[in-house]
């Protein structure tokens, strides 16, 4: 069946630490691709997208993700968290149909920040 | 430039009565989206307006959930009569590009609770 799976479901890490969260997606063609942090009380927000070209992404906040076709992967990540990046985090597919813009979610990984 | 407003923000009513909730999309833009986020799961697409028209409403219980989107512009959503599944946040979004993937902004979301 056609999905997004976020395999974690609530990861903790230290300010300043690395983060890595975890997206793969089940779909024939590979579809349009993307990351939405989503704050307490808050409406969600474009981290970054990736359409076509150079697999490595760069988004706002200092958050990167990387398309790895073989494994139907597009990991997020951050090279040294900061307090304020406490969040969910969900990761999105648009599947490639004509006309189609509907946006499909994965779970949802909610980020712990230890001071 | 103003983003999506949503109202109200918080909602509690009792099971087997009516709400209604209102969108107003970032200006120009054609596309308009209601998604419901059900506590602890990503949010999943009830119906999409491109302008006027619906798009897709493949997910949405016409049973009991309608939406319009008058002059395409503002757009409301009702449910009636709701059941204590219908909790949730209702997030609104839209798009500036027709017919093509492009980033959706999303409101602050409804917050409704039914008792």
């Known amino acids: 069946a056609q999905s997004v799976t976020q395999p974690d479901i609530h990861i903790t890490v230290s300010e300043g630490a690395s983060l890595e969260l975890r997206c793969n997606y089940s779909y024939g063609a590979t579809p349009y691709l993307f990351w939405y942090v989503q704050s307490p009380g808050q409406g969600l927000q474009l981290l970054l997208k990736?359409?076509?070209?150079?697999?490595l992404v760069q988004g706002i906040k200092g958050f990167e993700a990387e398309f790895k076709r073989s494994q139907s992967s597009f990991n997020l990540r951050k090279p040294s968290v900061h307090w304020s990046d406490a969040a969910e985090y969900f990761c999105?597919?648009?599947?490639?149909?004509?006309?189609?813009?509907?946006?499909?979610f994965g779970q949802g990984t909610r980020l712990t920040i230890n001071p | 430039e103003a983003g999506v407003a949503q109202s109200p923000r918080y909602k509690i009513i009792e099971k087997r009565q009516s709400v209604a909730f209102w969108c107003n999309p970032i200006s120009g833009h054609a596309t308009l989206y209601w998604y419901q986020q059900i506590l602890g799961q990503g949010p999943k697409l009830l119906i999409q307006f491109q302008n006027n028209g619906v798009v897709d409403d493949s997910q949405l219980p016409k049973d009991r959930f309608s939406a319009e989107r008058l002059k395409g512009v503002d757009s409301t959503l009702k449910i009636q009569p709701a059941k204590l599944e219908d909790s949730a946040v209702y997030l609104c979004?839209?798009?500036?590009?027709?017919?093509?993937?492009?980033?959706?902004?999303f409101g602050p979301g409804t917050r409704l609770t039914v008792l």
């Open positions: 999105a597919v648009v599947p490639i149909i004509q006309g189609a813009q509907k946006l499909v």
């Open positions: 979004a839209s798009s500036s590009l027709a017919g093509v993937p492009d980033t959706q902004y």
């Open positions: 990736y359409f076509s070209g150079d697999t």
